[in-house]
Protein backbone atom coordinates (compact mmCIF):
# COMPACT_ATOMS: atom_id res chain seq x y z
CA UNK A 1 0.00 0.00 0.00
CA UNK A 2 1.59 3.42 -0.94
CA UNK A 3 0.79 6.38 0.78
CA UNK A 4 -1.73 7.54 -1.21
CA UNK A 5 -3.63 4.18 -0.26
CA UNK A 6 -3.29 4.50 3.13
CA UNK A 7 -4.09 8.35 3.72
CA UNK A 8 -7.69 7.03 1.59
CA UNK A 9 -8.31 4.52 4.43
CA UNK A 10 -7.76 6.71 7.36
CA UNK A 11 -9.99 9.31 6.02
CA UNK A 12 -12.63 7.12 5.47
CA UNK A 13 -11.74 4.95 8.94
CA UNK A 14 -12.00 8.35 10.76
CA UNK A 15 -15.44 8.78 9.49
CA UNK A 16 -14.92 12.40 8.91
CA UNK A 17 -14.83 11.62 4.89
CA UNK A 18 -17.45 9.74 3.05
CA UNK A 19 -16.35 9.68 -0.72
CA UNK A 20 -13.35 9.87 -2.59
CA UNK A 21 -12.96 11.09 -5.56
CA UNK A 22 -9.89 9.56 -7.32
CA UNK A 23 -7.98 7.79 -10.08
CA UNK A 24 -7.75 4.17 -10.45
CA UNK A 25 -6.20 1.85 -13.15
CA UNK A 26 -8.20 1.42 -16.15
CA UNK A 27 -7.53 -0.61 -19.61
CA UNK A 28 -4.57 -0.03 -22.40
CA UNK A 29 -2.48 1.67 -19.40
CA UNK A 30 -5.12 4.49 -18.93
CA UNK A 31 -6.38 5.82 -15.84
CA UNK A 32 -9.69 6.13 -15.12
CA UNK A 33 -11.87 8.22 -12.11
CA UNK A 34 -13.07 5.90 -9.25
CA UNK A 35 -15.13 6.91 -6.69
CA UNK A 36 -13.93 5.30 -3.48
CA UNK A 37 -17.08 5.15 -0.22
CA UNK A 38 -15.34 1.95 1.60
CA UNK A 39 -11.96 1.86 3.22
CA UNK A 40 -11.44 -1.88 2.10
CA UNK A 41 -11.57 -0.45 -1.67
CA UNK A 42 -8.95 2.54 -0.95
CA UNK A 43 -6.34 0.11 -2.29
CA UNK A 44 -7.94 0.89 -6.16
CA UNK A 45 -6.25 4.08 -5.93
CA UNK A 46 -3.21 5.36 -7.88
CA UNK A 47 -1.53 8.25 -9.18
CA UNK A 48 0.92 8.72 -11.36
CA UNK A 49 1.46 10.34 -14.69
CA UNK A 50 -0.88 8.39 -16.90
CA UNK A 51 -3.80 10.02 -14.22
CA UNK A 52 -4.27 14.04 -16.41
CA UNK A 53 -8.02 13.23 -16.56
CA UNK A 54 -9.76 16.75 -15.29
CA UNK A 55 -11.85 15.09 -12.49
CA UNK A 56 -13.17 18.57 -11.02
CA UNK A 57 -15.91 18.02 -13.21
CA UNK A 58 -17.69 15.39 -10.69
CA UNK A 59 -17.45 18.25 -7.56
CA UNK A 60 -20.49 19.71 -8.14
CA UNK A 61 -22.66 16.67 -10.03
CA UNK A 62 -25.71 16.09 -8.50
CA UNK A 63 -24.61 12.32 -7.87
CA UNK A 64 -21.67 13.83 -6.29
CA UNK A 65 -22.91 16.66 -4.36
CA UNK A 66 -24.89 15.64 -1.64
CA UNK A 67 -22.27 13.07 -0.03
CA UNK A 68 -20.84 13.50 3.32
CA UNK A 69 -17.61 15.45 2.93
CA UNK A 70 -15.82 14.49 0.38
CA UNK A 71 -11.77 14.11 -0.96
CA UNK A 72 -10.63 14.85 -4.12
CA UNK A 73 -6.98 13.33 -5.51
CA UNK A 74 -6.28 16.26 -8.00
CA UNK A 75 -3.68 16.88 -10.81
CA UNK A 76 -2.87 20.37 -12.06
CA UNK A 77 -5.53 20.75 -14.64
CA UNK A 78 -7.97 19.74 -11.77
CA UNK A 79 -6.60 22.18 -9.48
CA UNK A 80 -6.77 25.05 -11.40
CA UNK A 81 -10.13 23.96 -12.65
CA UNK A 82 -11.44 23.92 -9.10
CA UNK A 83 -10.25 27.80 -8.19
CA UNK A 84 -12.05 28.63 -11.30
CA UNK A 85 -15.30 26.73 -10.14
CA UNK A 86 -14.78 28.72 -6.80
CA UNK A 87 -14.18 32.15 -8.56
CA UNK A 88 -17.62 31.23 -10.13
CA UNK A 89 -19.31 30.17 -6.96
CA UNK A 90 -20.04 26.81 -8.36
CA UNK A 91 -18.35 25.00 -5.26
CA UNK A 92 -17.86 26.10 -1.79
CA UNK A 93 -15.43 26.33 1.02
CA UNK A 94 -14.87 23.33 3.06
CA UNK A 95 -17.08 21.22 1.31
CA UNK A 96 -13.97 18.81 0.17
CA UNK A 97 -10.78 18.42 0.73
CA UNK A 98 -8.43 17.95 -1.85
CA UNK A 99 -5.21 15.53 -2.17
CA UNK A 100 -2.47 17.17 -4.14
CA UNK A 101 1.02 15.90 -4.70
CA UNK A 102 4.33 17.54 -4.72
CA UNK A 103 6.95 17.10 -7.28
CA UNK A 104 8.75 14.65 -5.04
CA UNK A 105 5.80 13.03 -5.06
CA UNK A 106 4.56 14.02 -1.36
CA UNK A 107 0.85 14.35 -0.08
CA UNK A 108 -0.63 17.57 0.42
CA UNK A 109 -3.73 18.58 2.10
CA UNK A 110 -5.31 21.56 0.92
CA UNK A 111 -9.11 21.93 2.64
CA UNK A 112 -9.41 25.73 2.14
CA UNK A 113 -9.47 27.32 -0.82
CA UNK A 114 -6.98 29.66 -0.16
CA UNK A 115 -4.76 26.82 0.58
CA UNK A 116 -5.66 26.12 -3.08
CA UNK A 117 -5.29 29.03 -4.69
CA UNK A 118 -1.96 29.74 -2.69
CA UNK A 119 -0.24 25.75 -4.18
CA UNK A 120 -2.15 26.49 -7.57
CA UNK A 121 0.28 29.86 -7.94
CA UNK A 122 3.26 27.62 -7.65
CA UNK A 123 1.92 25.69 -10.62
CA UNK A 124 3.32 26.28 -14.50
CA UNK A 125 0.40 28.13 -16.51
CA UNK A 126 0.19 27.48 -19.92
CA UNK A 127 0.55 25.31 -22.86
CA UNK A 128 2.97 22.91 -23.07
CA UNK A 129 5.65 22.53 -25.69
CA UNK A 130 3.52 20.22 -27.57
CA UNK A 131 0.94 22.56 -27.43
CA UNK A 132 1.76 26.08 -28.07
CA UNK A 133 3.66 24.27 -31.21
CA UNK A 134 0.42 22.62 -32.61
CA UNK A 135 -0.98 26.38 -32.08
CA UNK A 136 1.91 27.92 -34.35
CA UNK A 137 1.31 25.67 -37.09
CA UNK A 138 -2.09 26.42 -37.10
CA UNK A 139 -1.46 30.11 -37.01
CA UNK A 140 1.10 30.13 -39.31
CA UNK A 141 -1.23 28.59 -42.02
CA UNK A 142 -2.93 30.52 -44.79
CA UNK A 143 -6.67 31.61 -43.93
CA UNK A 144 -8.00 29.37 -46.68
CA UNK A 145 -5.47 26.32 -45.45
CA UNK A 146 -6.90 27.46 -41.84
CA UNK A 147 -10.30 27.05 -43.07
CA UNK A 148 -9.79 23.79 -45.19
CA UNK A 149 -8.16 22.73 -42.14
CA UNK A 150 -11.29 23.36 -39.90
CA UNK A 151 -13.55 22.17 -42.58
CA UNK A 152 -12.44 18.96 -42.34
CA UNK A 153 -12.07 18.39 -38.46
CA UNK A 154 -15.41 19.68 -38.20
CA UNK A 155 -16.88 17.63 -40.69
CA UNK A 156 -16.18 14.73 -38.81
CA UNK A 157 -17.48 16.13 -35.49
CA UNK A 158 -20.73 14.17 -34.19
CA UNK A 159 -22.03 15.84 -31.71
CA UNK A 160 -21.89 13.33 -28.89
CA UNK A 161 -20.99 17.11 -26.47
CA UNK A 162 -18.59 14.67 -24.97
CA UNK A 163 -16.35 18.37 -24.96
CA UNK A 164 -18.74 19.63 -22.68
CA UNK A 165 -19.24 16.71 -20.82
CA UNK A 166 -15.90 16.32 -19.62
CA UNK A 167 -15.45 20.46 -19.35
CA UNK A 168 -15.14 21.36 -15.46
CA UNK A 169 -16.29 25.13 -16.71
CA UNK A 170 -19.65 23.77 -18.88
CA UNK A 171 -22.27 23.57 -15.90
CA UNK A 172 -25.07 25.38 -17.60
CA UNK A 173 -28.07 23.60 -16.24
CA UNK A 174 -29.86 24.42 -19.65
CA UNK A 175 -26.77 24.39 -22.43
CA UNK A 176 -27.71 26.79 -25.85
CA UNK A 177 -27.97 23.74 -27.52
CA UNK A 178 -30.84 22.04 -25.58
CA UNK A 179 -33.07 25.38 -26.39
CA UNK A 180 -34.96 24.89 -29.60
CA UNK A 181 -37.00 28.06 -29.86
CA UNK A 182 -34.67 29.80 -31.37
CA UNK A 183 -32.85 26.21 -32.44
CA UNK A 184 -29.20 28.04 -31.99
CA UNK A 185 -27.50 24.79 -33.21
CA UNK A 186 -28.92 22.55 -35.13
CA UNK A 187 -29.60 18.98 -33.95
CA UNK A 188 -28.18 16.44 -36.90
CA UNK A 189 -24.24 16.88 -37.52
CA UNK A 190 -23.07 19.01 -40.49
CA UNK A 191 -20.25 20.78 -41.01
CA UNK A 192 -21.91 23.93 -40.63
CA UNK A 193 -23.71 23.37 -37.20
CA UNK A 194 -20.48 22.01 -36.04
CA UNK A 195 -18.84 25.10 -36.28
CA UNK A 196 -21.25 26.93 -34.39
CA UNK A 197 -21.49 24.81 -31.85
CA UNK A 198 -17.41 24.83 -31.49
CA UNK A 199 -17.02 28.60 -31.81
CA UNK A 200 -19.86 28.85 -29.05
CA UNK A 201 -18.40 26.32 -27.21
CA UNK A 202 -15.21 28.14 -27.12
CA UNK A 203 -16.92 31.71 -27.25
CA UNK A 204 -18.66 31.21 -23.88
CA UNK A 205 -15.05 29.54 -22.16
CA UNK A 206 -13.06 32.98 -23.06
CA UNK A 207 -11.61 33.98 -19.72
CA UNK A 208 -12.59 30.54 -18.01
CA UNK A 209 -11.11 27.89 -20.02
CA UNK A 210 -7.80 26.78 -17.46
CA UNK A 211 -5.95 24.91 -20.79
CA UNK A 212 -6.30 21.48 -19.64
CA UNK A 213 -7.33 20.07 -23.05
CA UNK A 214 -9.56 17.66 -21.58
CA UNK A 215 -12.49 18.39 -24.14
CA UNK A 216 -9.65 17.22 -26.97
CA UNK A 217 -8.92 14.23 -25.09
CA UNK A 218 -12.29 13.38 -24.13
CA UNK A 219 -13.24 13.73 -27.87
CA UNK A 220 -14.03 10.47 -29.63
CA UNK A 221 -12.87 11.33 -33.01
CA UNK A 222 -9.60 13.40 -31.92
CA UNK A 223 -10.70 16.29 -33.36
CA UNK A 224 -8.14 19.07 -32.17
CA UNK A 225 -10.74 21.14 -30.38
CA UNK A 226 -8.96 22.15 -27.32
CA UNK A 227 -7.09 24.47 -29.86
CA UNK A 228 -10.16 26.41 -29.97
CA UNK A 229 -10.55 27.16 -25.84
CA UNK A 230 -6.43 27.68 -25.87
CA UNK A 231 -6.94 30.14 -28.85
CA UNK A 232 -9.93 32.43 -26.61
CA UNK A 233 -7.66 31.44 -23.29
CA UNK A 234 -4.36 33.21 -24.65
CA UNK A 235 -6.57 35.88 -26.43
CA UNK A 236 -7.39 36.82 -23.01
CA UNK A 237 -3.97 36.52 -21.21
CA UNK A 238 -2.80 39.06 -23.91
CA UNK A 239 -5.66 41.07 -24.32
CA UNK A 240 -7.29 41.51 -20.84
CA UNK A 241 -4.34 39.86 -18.59
CA UNK A 242 -6.65 37.80 -17.41
CA UNK A 243 -5.25 34.05 -16.66
CA UNK A 244 -8.33 31.11 -15.73
CA UNK A 245 -7.72 29.40 -13.00
CA UNK A 246 -5.53 31.35 -10.77
CA UNK A 247 -7.51 33.64 -8.53
CA UNK A 248 -10.61 32.81 -6.36
CA UNK A 249 -12.01 36.23 -6.78
CA UNK A 250 -11.00 37.14 -10.18
CA UNK A 251 -13.83 38.10 -12.47
CA UNK A 252 -14.25 36.76 -16.11
CA UNK A 253 -12.65 38.49 -18.54
CA UNK A 254 -15.84 38.92 -20.59
CA UNK A 255 -18.09 39.77 -17.51
CA UNK A 256 -16.14 43.09 -16.85
CA UNK A 257 -14.24 45.82 -19.07
CA UNK A 258 -11.66 48.56 -18.52
CA UNK A 259 -12.56 51.85 -20.67
CA UNK A 260 -8.63 51.58 -21.63
CA UNK A 261 -9.48 47.87 -23.48
CA UNK A 262 -7.26 48.66 -26.87
CA UNK A 263 -8.07 47.11 -30.03
CA UNK A 264 -7.42 48.00 -33.53
CA UNK A 265 -10.16 47.32 -35.55
CA UNK A 266 -13.08 49.61 -34.66
CA UNK A 267 -13.06 52.90 -36.99
CA UNK B 1 -26.08 52.10 -55.87
CA UNK B 2 -26.75 53.00 -59.48
CA UNK B 3 -25.03 50.34 -61.64
CA UNK B 4 -26.03 49.05 -65.32
CA UNK B 5 -23.98 46.30 -65.05
CA UNK B 6 -26.53 42.72 -63.89
CA UNK B 7 -23.85 40.79 -64.26
CA UNK B 8 -21.71 42.77 -61.30
CA UNK B 9 -21.59 41.07 -57.60
CA UNK B 10 -23.33 42.85 -54.78
CA UNK B 11 -22.80 41.60 -51.63
CA UNK B 12 -25.62 40.86 -49.34
CA UNK B 13 -24.92 43.00 -45.52
CA UNK B 14 -26.27 42.82 -42.61
CA UNK B 15 -25.98 45.71 -39.79
CA UNK B 16 -26.32 45.27 -36.16
CA UNK B 17 -26.58 48.78 -34.92
CA UNK B 18 -27.85 49.86 -31.81
CA UNK B 19 -30.72 52.06 -31.33
CA UNK B 20 -29.68 54.52 -29.16
CA UNK B 21 -26.61 55.68 -31.38
CA UNK B 22 -26.19 54.15 -35.11
CA UNK B 23 -29.67 53.27 -35.31
CA UNK B 24 -30.81 57.30 -34.52
CA UNK B 25 -27.63 58.18 -37.13
CA UNK B 26 -28.63 56.06 -39.79
CA UNK B 27 -31.96 57.68 -39.41
CA UNK B 28 -30.14 60.92 -39.79
CA UNK B 29 -28.32 59.78 -42.99
CA UNK B 30 -32.06 59.22 -44.61
CA UNK B 31 -33.17 62.57 -43.41
CA UNK B 32 -30.04 64.77 -44.32
CA UNK B 33 -31.14 62.82 -47.91
CA UNK B 34 -27.10 61.09 -48.16
CA UNK B 35 -27.65 58.27 -50.52
CA UNK B 36 -25.80 54.95 -49.29
CA UNK B 37 -25.30 51.20 -50.63
CA UNK B 38 -28.73 49.86 -50.59
CA UNK B 39 -26.82 46.73 -49.82
CA UNK B 40 -27.63 46.86 -46.57
CA UNK B 41 -30.35 45.41 -44.00
CA UNK B 42 -30.17 46.94 -40.79
CA UNK B 43 -31.64 45.24 -37.98
CA UNK B 44 -32.04 47.14 -34.38
CA UNK B 45 -30.70 46.54 -30.82
CA UNK B 46 -31.08 47.75 -27.63
CA UNK B 47 -27.82 47.83 -27.72
CA UNK B 48 -24.28 46.22 -28.88
CA UNK B 49 -23.97 44.97 -25.66
CA UNK B 50 -26.83 42.60 -26.90
CA UNK B 51 -25.17 41.59 -29.97
CA UNK B 52 -24.17 37.82 -29.19
CA UNK B 53 -21.48 36.52 -31.28
CA UNK B 54 -24.00 34.10 -32.29
CA UNK B 55 -26.27 35.98 -34.05
CA UNK B 56 -23.27 37.21 -36.37
CA UNK B 57 -22.56 33.50 -36.93
CA UNK B 58 -26.52 33.29 -37.88
CA UNK B 59 -25.68 35.88 -40.24
CA UNK B 60 -23.46 34.77 -42.12
CA UNK B 61 -25.79 30.84 -41.98
CA UNK B 62 -27.98 32.67 -43.75
CA UNK B 63 -26.07 33.72 -46.81
CA UNK B 64 -24.50 37.09 -45.63
CA UNK B 65 -21.12 38.33 -47.80
CA UNK B 66 -20.72 40.74 -45.02
CA UNK B 67 -21.76 42.22 -41.57
CA UNK B 68 -21.41 45.53 -40.30
CA UNK B 69 -21.46 46.05 -36.26
CA UNK B 70 -22.03 49.66 -35.07
CA UNK B 71 -23.09 51.62 -32.27
CA UNK B 72 -22.35 54.06 -28.95
CA UNK B 73 -18.57 55.26 -29.49
CA UNK B 74 -17.18 54.27 -25.82
CA UNK B 75 -17.94 56.39 -23.09
CA UNK B 76 -21.73 57.59 -24.57
CA UNK B 77 -23.46 54.18 -24.62
CA UNK B 78 -26.89 54.70 -23.30
CA UNK B 79 -26.49 51.75 -20.96
CA UNK B 80 -23.26 52.95 -19.39
CA UNK B 81 -21.05 49.72 -20.29
CA UNK B 82 -22.95 48.22 -22.83
CA UNK B 83 -20.55 48.91 -25.51
CA UNK B 84 -17.25 48.49 -23.28
CA UNK B 85 -18.44 44.41 -22.83
CA UNK B 86 -19.39 44.40 -26.87
CA UNK B 87 -15.71 45.50 -27.07
CA UNK B 88 -14.21 42.61 -25.04
CA UNK B 89 -16.41 39.97 -26.91
CA UNK B 90 -15.40 41.40 -30.33
CA UNK B 91 -11.56 41.74 -29.59
CA UNK B 92 -12.00 37.29 -28.72
CA UNK B 93 -14.74 36.31 -31.00
CA UNK B 94 -12.72 38.28 -34.16
CA UNK B 95 -9.75 36.49 -32.95
CA UNK B 96 -11.06 33.21 -33.05
CA UNK B 97 -12.96 33.30 -36.33
CA UNK B 98 -9.68 34.26 -37.89
CA UNK B 99 -8.36 30.99 -35.99
CA UNK B 100 -10.84 28.78 -37.88
CA UNK B 101 -10.37 30.26 -41.86
CA UNK B 102 -13.09 32.86 -41.64
CA UNK B 103 -11.94 36.46 -43.08
CA UNK B 104 -12.39 38.97 -40.61
CA UNK B 105 -12.68 41.24 -43.15
CA UNK B 106 -16.07 40.39 -43.46
CA UNK B 107 -16.94 42.09 -40.46
CA UNK B 108 -16.95 45.65 -39.64
CA UNK B 109 -16.96 46.94 -36.58
CA UNK B 110 -17.71 50.80 -36.07
CA UNK B 111 -18.75 53.38 -33.50
CA UNK B 112 -21.42 55.37 -35.37
CA UNK B 113 -22.94 57.98 -32.77
CA UNK B 114 -26.67 59.79 -33.78
CA UNK B 115 -25.19 63.09 -34.99
CA UNK B 116 -23.01 61.23 -37.54
CA UNK B 117 -25.29 60.67 -40.07
CA UNK B 118 -22.34 61.17 -43.18
CA UNK B 119 -19.94 58.91 -41.16
CA UNK B 120 -22.81 56.11 -41.51
CA UNK B 121 -22.90 56.77 -45.12
CA UNK B 122 -19.31 56.35 -45.53
CA UNK B 123 -18.92 53.51 -43.33
CA UNK B 124 -21.30 51.51 -45.22
CA UNK B 125 -20.45 52.64 -48.45
CA UNK B 126 -16.48 51.43 -47.85
CA UNK B 127 -17.92 48.49 -46.20
CA UNK B 128 -19.77 47.18 -49.13
CA UNK B 129 -16.20 48.26 -51.38
CA UNK B 130 -14.72 46.31 -49.53
CA UNK B 131 -16.99 43.39 -49.58
CA UNK B 132 -17.63 43.23 -53.23
CA UNK B 133 -14.06 43.29 -54.03
CA UNK B 134 -13.93 39.99 -51.13
CA UNK B 135 -16.64 38.39 -53.39
CA UNK B 136 -19.41 35.90 -52.34
CA UNK B 137 -18.89 33.95 -49.37
CA UNK B 138 -18.29 31.15 -51.12
CA UNK B 139 -16.72 29.00 -48.35
CA UNK B 140 -19.37 29.61 -46.07
CA UNK B 141 -22.21 28.74 -48.69
CA UNK B 142 -20.62 25.83 -49.43
CA UNK B 143 -21.38 24.54 -46.24
CA UNK B 144 -24.79 26.01 -46.15
CA UNK B 145 -26.08 23.66 -49.21
CA UNK B 146 -24.62 20.86 -47.89
CA UNK B 147 -26.17 21.59 -44.44
CA UNK B 148 -29.50 22.12 -46.59
CA UNK B 149 -29.28 18.00 -47.67
CA UNK B 150 -29.64 17.19 -43.73
CA UNK B 151 -31.72 19.87 -42.01
CA UNK B 152 -35.54 18.79 -42.09
CA UNK B 153 -37.24 21.87 -42.36
Same mark, same amino acid.
Request: a negative charge; one cysteine or more; aromatic letters at 8%.
Given at each position: MNNLQQKAQQLLESGNYGLIVGYEKGTSGKARPVFIRKAEHASKLIFDESCDQNIAVYLYRQEIKHNKKKVIV?? =?????????????????DGDFMVLAFAENGDIIELNTFEEIEKHVATLYHGLTEAEAAMMKKIEDMSLEDRWAFWENEFSKCIKCYACRASCPMCYCPTCTVEINQPQW????? =????????HVMRAMHLAGRCVTCGQCGKACPLELPIQLLTYKVALDSKQFFDSVAGTSICADNALAIFKPEDHENFIR | METNNTNSFEPKVVAFVCN?? /?? #? *? #??? /? *? /??RIKYATNVKIIRFPCTGRIDFMLLMKAFANGADGIIISGCHPNDCHYTSGNFHARRRWMIFRNLLDFIGVDVNRIVFSWVSAAEGAKWAEVVNESVDQFRQLGPATSYQKLIKNSEFQEVE
Open positions: AN =HHTLKSIVELAAENQVFISVPS =HTLGNLEW | WC /TY #A *G #ADL /T *G /TS
